[in-house]
């Protein structure tokens, strides 16, 4: 049998998914070598989700069309997958707690479970308003601002569940990191997030000006980005106004993930503009 | 660093430059940004008449929701913020300028030992201040000094620009926000729909239905489109030519993402219509005969026969037949329509002389349809993007590093202070310092 890269991207969706349940008992149950199992399947999953966006890349090409997997649903779906995880990856070396991985790795498997089995998989030819280079830089950088804020929001939820942590370190949420921690990344994930969502908007601008002639047309999915942003931006300005920390930040990131969401799919399958070809 | 509170209560003031105005702003901005995804935008206002109940069209007259991004309150949103923002900056300054002159050669030992990052040395020995003092900053041998509490006070510091990061990152919106204003009174937008063959030397305003002259003409040479054996398209190209005075100056064959720009106007393949063409055949009664192609949406002048012609449909097969409706007019305008089926003649008459009509071939030929634009802001808006994210990495990622280093003397010992602060990246801060201090600490032989 021959490895498709659609194949390879399915098996990715039962191993992330294999992977959430081991973060999560990794948490509840505090196992330390399920945590470790469970950052190894994730590394296993993002390799394999590698090489089959790298697979349907050199498909693509066989086919003779060509092109960066990132031009329909689909493929969409699976690098938004892939820079979360490549984002949690980050974040798990670098603070060195496992928790949050409950939180994450559902992102990206839920992400991967609605490409394989509620999107055309198919290679499709680029229509001619996509055949540019500013398409891949579009793409990657807003799909990292996107996948910051999945992470934001995941963080965000556990800060809301969080008790106090003079409480201590007791029963399942006691497991979590301590809120302060929580908070601070948070904030840096936001922060990280909105300077990506920010790079990505201006690549978007640059490009609508090389294809349409307008940098800017107030077409629903730039306006839904562009609310994104104000969220976000709301959030980097509410820390210095007084009471505006912890929990209502921990809010802003949530409403703020509901935004990306509601740009990502909503305007797609919503409201119509010069974006909807996304819907194929 | 975060100035407390002004000397300036002025309420107004206060108003205008409170961080709660920005973030009310920032949330109003969102919240009401969403109407405009949801009712259609730039349609006349019989379409809204049309859709909505006469409460909700009243409601969106009134608020100019049809076209809300461009909306009276809308706008003034936007000018309120970029008061706010301007109002903060101006606010903010005198505490940024106070925090960049402090002189941090005037300290005194007894403030360095309070900084959040210290360490102290005891030794009996001399200390030889040019062995120690180039650790501070990575081999710099040349650092500033001053003399405080009887001893000698080093300093490296590093990132004190990075304080105007904000203002850069703040200011950048002001500078998108003047690129958009000056697009929108010193440029314009239109579409131009071209046949092939034809050229223009003005375009139709988008808004407000008025002639722009382009100072020269554009003529389409050809239209093609290709497409992928999927069905889908896989490139739309114009050929175009432009024309000053009658000469050819520039031909560029455009596609989508690549347009064609003379002299501050840009042209981008828009869309496209294939447009039927027809070869209508005219037999005069002494014999004579003329074949004329027509094309819809154009009019052919025929001055021989002082009539001029235009074709209104064209119908591949009726009745298993090619027909065509054309029209004509004499020279006194009066006009008539004509069905035209292949194989079969009809006969006109105009003044005296007859015609016997008929219709011998059909093609097809193509309509491009350009977007033409001139913004003279659009680089105004491309410095103040680049503003904004060189702002923002300056904001987060470049600290404003200081180190002190006080060499002095106290009842025959030698004291060595090593202090340093930052104002971001604590950690990484940190680890630094430690290094510096054991670089020290292994010069000076001592704990
Ligand atoms: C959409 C436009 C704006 C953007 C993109 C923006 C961006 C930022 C960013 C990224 C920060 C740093 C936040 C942090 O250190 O966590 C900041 C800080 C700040 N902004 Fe804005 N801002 C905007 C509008 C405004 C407005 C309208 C005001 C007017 C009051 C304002 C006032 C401030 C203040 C006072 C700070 C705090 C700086 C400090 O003390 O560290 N900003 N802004």
Known sequence: MTFSSSYLLSLVTFVYLGAAALYLIHWVFRVQKVGLLATLATYAGFAIQTSGIALRWIESHRMGYGHAPLSNLYESLVFFSWVTVLVYLFIEWKIRRREIGAFAAPFATFSMAYASFGTEDKIQPLIPALQSNWLIAHVVTCFLGYASFAIACGLGIMYLLKKDDSRGGQGILGGLPEKKLLDELVHQTIIFGFLWLSIGIITGAVWANEAWGTYWSWDPKETWSLITWFVYATALHARFVRGWAGRKIAFLSIIGFVSVIFTYFGVNFLLSGLHSYGSQ | MKP???????????????????????????????????????????????????????IIRVLQLNDMYHA???????????????????????????????????????????????????????????????????????????????????????GKWSHWGLYILHSSILVIFAGALTGSFAGFKGNIMLLEGESTDHIVDASRSKQIPLGFSIRCDKFSVSFYDTGAPREFKSDLAVLEGGNEVLKKSIVVNDPLEYKGISFYQSSYQAVPQVTVRFHRKDGTREDIVLSAFQRISWPAARLTLGLMQYLPSFNGVPAARIWLADSEGKTRALWLLKGNEKIYTQDDEQFSISLIGASQSYMTGLQVKKDPGVWIVWLGCTLLIFGFGIVFWVPHQTKWLWIGEKDGNTIVILAGQTNKNKIHFEKEFHKTEQAIESVLGVK
């Open chain 2, 72 to 158: 009276w309150w809308y706008l003034g949103l936007l000018g309120l913020f970029s008061l706010n923002l301007i109002v903060c900056t101006v606010k903010r300054l005198p505490f940024t300028l106070r925090l960049l002159r402090k002189d941090n050669l005037s300290l005194t030992s007894h403030r360095l030992r309070k900084m959040p990052f210290r360490h102290e040395w005891k030794t009996r020995g001399k200390v030889d201040a040019s062995a120690i003092k180039p650790l501070l900053e990575a081999g710099k041998t040349r650092l500033p000094e001053s003399q405080v509490d009887g001893g000698r006070l080093f300093l490296a510091e590093k």
């Open chain 2, 4 to 58: 407390s509170s002004s000397k300036n209560t002025n309420p107004v003031w206060a108003f205008f430059s409170s961080v709660r105005l920005a973030v009310f702003l920032l949330i109003t901005l969102a919240v009401t940004s969403i109407a405009g995804t949801i009712i259609p935008q730039g349609q006349p206002l019989d379409f809204y008449k049309d859709q909505f109940s006469h409460t909700f069209f009243q």
